[in-house]
């Protein structure tokens, strides 16, 4: 039997095909890390902890590392997805004819072969997922530093309402000294003593309530620094004295092109986009080469007549599908209805991004004025007309009922600048976290 060429045809079609698959690797080492994790020892809490540690202490929170180990795997995926995925299959028959002595036997070698550029296309996929992956790790931390800045300076103004009940219950413990010697010299009534004690158990009431509101506000922080934190730790910082009039315009620019959740949903739209393009590929005819060979030994007898017959042969054989049923419709119509969803959120977080800084900025502004004036104006006339009246009062001049009113004088203008502190750092921290920069980055 003769023997069909096309042996080194077929050869060479298959080391096409495996070509097509590279070789697995340690995923791109050129992607940089979304998160470029700075190497520190820890918080130095000999000098008190600053804002500044509390944001770079979040770096290392395990929501950050989990967010990272995510990414990781995205890049796990895009090995994966470089990799051809069929293999050569090999298939093996035989058989033995025990009338007239028939012996056959085969072997041959099938590989499918992608059409369309699919491998590049599944890559495309898991690069948009490494991408959106990474902005998700990004978005994780900048929440972590948004909640950093909100606990800090919770922190910072239950230290401040702490300072002030406890500066409020020493007036009213020295007022009270006033009254019960006024009373045992029979210069005020039993009325006027009780008043004062009322007024002092009350302020070392709210002395109590603000050293609770301390302890909460100090154990949120120490839950973000993540790590023990010693016992009787202090802040460094305080309220802000220097306070920097932001650019708005500025803050909206920053915020659109640096806001890692806007850039998670970008990913997310090229990520479905590349679904859809992979998909459309898949809908593709499938080729498929093959090569084989046969062996077969014949013996015929009888009547005097015994022929014994060998043949060997090779084959090359061609195999294409054909998409009669639509494949893959659905997934295409899947991913471009999921790519417009991704379109329209993002859309609409840009809007609430815009008014996020908006709403900030308009806080912030009003806050730096309400702050200002009462240290430039409530306060020195509040503490004034409360040294005033105490004077006043130990001449009996006046009577405790106009001490006392003295007295929730300075105590609102201390409690209200305090809520203005409070108000201002809000604002700050709201503003610094909708654009994820300090304020002194935004200053005009």
């Known amino acids: 039997m003769s023997r069909p060429r096309g042996l080194s045809l077929a050869a060479a079609l298959l080391a096409g095909c495996a070509s097509q698959a590279p070789a697995p690797g340690p995923g791109h080492p050129a992607d940089p890390d979304p998160i470029p994790l700075r190497e520190t020892a820890g918080v130095d809490w000999s000098d008190g902890l600053s804002l500044e540690e509390l944001l770079a202490a979040v770096e290392r929170h395990g929501r950050v590392i989990a967010a990272l180990e995510d990414w990781e795997a995205a890049r796990a995926r895009r090995v994966e997805a470089g990799i051809y995925p069929h ?102 009534s039993a009325i006027d003593m009780n008043l004062a004690r009322v007024a002092a158990a009350r302020a070392q009431a709210a002395v109590r309530t603000a050293e609770g509101s301390v302890a909460a506000a100090r154990a949120e922080v120490e839950a973000l620094v993540w790590e023990p934190a010693p016992a009787g730790w202090i802040l460094a910082d305080g309220v802000p004295a220097h306070r920097p009039e932001p650019d708005f315009a500025r803050a909206i620019e920053l915020a659109r092109a640096a806001r890692p959740d806007l850039a998670v949903l970008s990913a997310a739209e090229a990520e479905q986009d ?111 007309n409360l040294d005033d009246t105490r004077a006043a009062y130990a001449s009996g001049e006046v009577g405790i009922a106009e001490l006392l009113r003295a007295q929730q004088d300075f105590l609102d203008a201390q409690g209200g600048w305090v809520d203005a502190e409070a108000a201002y750092t809000e604002a700050r921290a709201d503003l610094e976290s909708a654009v994820d920069r300090p304020l002194g980055e935004l200053a005009r």
């Open 87 to 188: 293999y050569p299959e090999l298939s093996a028959r035989g058989s033995q004819a025990f009338v007239g002595h028939r012996t056959m036997a085969g072997l041959s070698l099938h590989q499918r072969i992608e059409l369309g550029g699919r491998v590049s296309k599944r890559e495309a996929v898991a690069d948009a997922g490494i991408a959106r992956s990474g902005a998700e790790a990004r978005d994780t931390l900048r929440l972590l530093r948004a909640r950093g800045r909100h606990a800090y300076w919770a922190s910072v103004i239950a230290s401040r309402r702490l300072e002030v009940a406890r500066r409020v219950a020493a007036v009213t413990a020295k007022d009270l000294e006033a009254a019960l010697a006024r009373y045992e010299a029979r210069l005020a």
């Open 274 to 384: 590349a679904r859809a393009v992979l998909a459309r590929a898949e809908a593709a005819p499938d080729l498929g080469v093959g090569i084989g060979y046969e062996f077969g030994r014949d013996r015929i007898m009888g009547d005097g007549v015994d022929i014994r017959m060998k043949g060997h042969s090779a084959m090359v054989g061609l195999s294409l599908s054909l998409p009669l049923w639509n494949r893959k419709r659905g997934d295409i119509l899947e991913a471009e209805a999921r790519r417009r969803h991704f379109a329209a959120l993002r859309s609409a977080l840009a809007t609430e991004v815009d008014r996020e800084v908006a709403t900030a900025d308009a806080r912030l502004r009003s806050s730096t004025a309400a702050l200002e004036l009462f240290e430039k104006e409530i306060l020195p006339a509040a503490a004034k």
